[in-house]
């Protein structure tokens, strides 16, 4: 199957800093890739679709000026997490899917993120 | 509201017998509902897809049923193994076109030796 790296896998960041989560498709070319969002115990909430060349498509209830996405090339997402804070904490995980003409719709996920803010 | 449910409590079983998990939905007509499986601290893995057209789907020891007058998948595992153990999630794709997976809060499945 295809393969999706997520960079870090963990991470401990400071209350008001910054941190950056890059997510690679590796043996293919993602023009979509979408950012999930796991708290313990809980299902996958998807926070935005992160569109090569243009605008990320957040969700409702998600604040785009503190996720910031970026989608520069066919293969690497990033999602900063902006003047984090301890209620940021959580699992994010990205995924992508084939191009349309070889994809029947299965998602492809990286290994997940672990953010915690102190 | 619309809604996937799975069933949250955990599902145990004995090596040996077949696992059957449930998912529901309601006010959705997906083209295909997809089950994967998560392990703790890791992404998830896609395992099946079925289409609304088809009623059953197999893969080794996995199978897939799809009754959309019910709204309802099957998702079982024969012959289960303790490394079968991990979370189940199924998923939809509710905004057709856009190619986001909504999930289910997925159930966890405990095989015991």
């Known amino acids: 199957g295809a393969v999706v790296s997520q960079h870090p896998s963990r991470v401990i960041c400071k209350s008001g800093t910054s941190v950056k989560i890059e997510c690679r498709s590796l043996?293919?070319?993602?023009?979509?890739m979408f950012w999930y969002r796991q708290f313990p115990k809980q299902s996958l909430m998807l926070m935005a679709t992160?569109?090569?060349?243009?605008?990320?498509?957040?969700e409702q209830g998600v604040e785009k000026d503190k996720f910031l996405i970026n989608h520069a090339s066919l293969t690497l997402s990033t999602l900063t997490v902006t003047s984090a804070h301890p209620e940021d904490s959580s699992f994010y995980i990205c995924?992508?899917?084939?191009?349309?003409?070889?994809?029947?719709?299965?998602?492809?996920f990286g290994e997940g993120s672990r953010l915690t803010v102190l | 509201s619309q809604k996937i449910e799975q069933n949250s409590e955990a599902l145990n079983i004995q090596e040996g017998k077949t696992a059957t998990l449930t998912c529901n939905y309601t006010?959705?007509?997906?083209?295909?509902l997809q089950w994967y499986r998560q392990d703790p601290g890791r992404g998830p893995v896609f395992l099946l897809l079925?289409?609304?057209?088809?009623k059953e789907k197999r893969k080794e020891r996995l199978k897939v049923t799809f009754d959309t007058t019910l709204k309802q998948s099957l998702f079982h595992i024969t012959a289960s193994q303790p490394a079968d153990s991990a979370t189940y999630l199924c998923?939809?794709?509710?905004?057709?076109?856009?190619?986001?997976?909504?999930f289910g809060s997925g159930t966890r499945l405990q095989v015991q030796p």
């Open positions: 998923a939809l794709d509710i905004n057709t076109g856009r190619r986001a997976l909504t």
């Open positions: 079925i289409r609304e057209n088809e």
């Open positions: 995924s992508a899917n084939r191009a349309l003409t070889t994809s029947t719709g299965e998602l492809f």
């Open positions: 006010n959705y007509s997906p083209a295909y």
């Open positions: 043996d293919f070319q993602a023009t979509t």
């Open positions: 992160s569109n090569e060349g243009s605008k990320a498509t957040y």
